[in-house]
T-cell receptor, first 112, second 114 residues
Framework: QKEVEQNSGPLSVPEGAIASLNCTYS??????FFWYRQYSGKSPELIMF????GDKEDGRFTAQLNKASQYVSLLIRDSQPSDSATYLC????????????FGTGTRLTIIP | KAGVTQTPRYLIKTRGQQVTLSCSPI?????VSWYQQTPGQGLQFLFE???????NKGNFPGRFSGRQFSNSRSEMNVSTLELGDSALYLC?????????????FGPGTRLTVL
């Protein structure tokens, strides 16, 4: 079982709709969860982080965390073509040594 | 505030050579982490430095090493390069040590090993 799993996609969403990105993790001790956006040929850019169960909203983005289910998601409302990118879920992980573990990312395409 | 800078941006080396990559964190940030990104494996943690000390290390061979200077700038070195070392090497800085803190990535160094 991978430590952090994401559906690789591609996920295609019409412009203006809600894009839903999901991530599961295996370390029950994880406390910090991050969403990064990576455009092709660029480095990852932090867009959201969440530490507590529930929802956290920032503009068009909402992160949702359910520690009991070991599940974190990112919702993008009113999707724009500029949201087309790969979204990386990252979880802090204490197995062996403390590190930030990334999923392999979900490629999102917003269709105009 | 200036972001994380990495030099060089691109490198081409041949097998058996060694390479040194440099990273300057955001001003005031004392933690620097290094990652390797490849299409097949995604982003993989190499090591983290804080206050000139390596705090954590990922599952990479000893050919991969690093260090941090008193001004928080960090370098990583890869010796005896192999074809499989071709990747984007990213460094990320954060204010504090540990994986619970927000990390901000530099533009990366694209290493090609021929």
């Amino acid at each position: 079982q991978k430590e952090v799993e994401q559906n690789s996609g591609p996920l295609s969403v019409p412009e203006g709709a809600i894009a839903s990105l999901n991530c599961t993790y295996s370390d029950r001790g994880s406390q910090s969860f991050f969403w990064y956006r990576q455009y092709s040929g660029k480095s990852p850019e932090l867009i959201m982080f969440i530490y507590s169960n529930g929802d956290k909203e920032d503009g068009r983005f909402t992160a949702q965390l359910n520690k009991a289910s070991q599940y974190v998601s990112l919702l993008i409302r009113d999707s724009q073509p500029s949201d087309s990118a790969t979204y990386l879920c990252a979880v802090n992980n204490y197995f062996g040594n403390e590190k930030l573990t990334f999923g392999t990312g979900t490629r999102l395409t917003i269709i105009p | 505030k200036a972001g994380v800078t990495q030099t060089p941006r691109y490198l081409i080396k041949t097998r058996g050579q060694q390479v040194t990559l440099s990273c300057s964190p955001i001003s005031g940030h004392r933690s620097v982490s290094w990652y390797q990104q490849t299409p097949g494996q995604g982003l993989q943690f190499l090591f983290e430095y804080f206050s000139e000390t390596q705090r954590n290390k990922g599952n990479f061979p000893g050919r991969f090493s690093g260090r941090q200077f008193s001004n928080s700038r960090s370098e990583m070195n890869v010796s005896t390069l192999e074809l499989g070392d071709s990747a984007l090497y990213l460094c990320a800085s954060s204010l504090l040590a540990g994986s619970s803190n927000e990390q901000f990535f530099g533009p990366g160094t694209r290493l090609t090993v021929l």
